[in-house]
């Protein structure tokens, strides 16, 4: 993805770039579920919440 003369909006709108985004985070997420991290994974599963809640407002 060519991200010249991109404005922070025009990135938090692509919604390709959304969903990558996702995806990698559910995968640090499995992560940290699986390394026994659980207490860190439910708060990174917040935050992930939250930020889909934020890109469902921008869209």
């Known amino acids: ?3 010249e ?3 922070y909006y025009d ?3 692509n919604k390709d770039l959304q969903k990558h985004f996702l995806e990698q ?3 640090l997420i499995q ?3 699986r390394l026994g991290y659980l207490e860190a994974a439910l708060a990174h ?3 992930r919440k939250r930020i ?3 890109f469902e ?3």
């Open 11 to 13: 990135l938090m709108n």
């Open 57 to 59: 407002l921008l869209n």
């Open 52 to 54: 889909t809640s934020e």
């Open 5 to 7: 003369g991109k404005t």
């Open 45 to 47: 599963a917040e935050i």
């Open 1 to 3: 993805m060519n991200l």
């Open 25 to 27: 985070y559910t995968l």
């Open 31 to 33: 992560k940290l579920r």
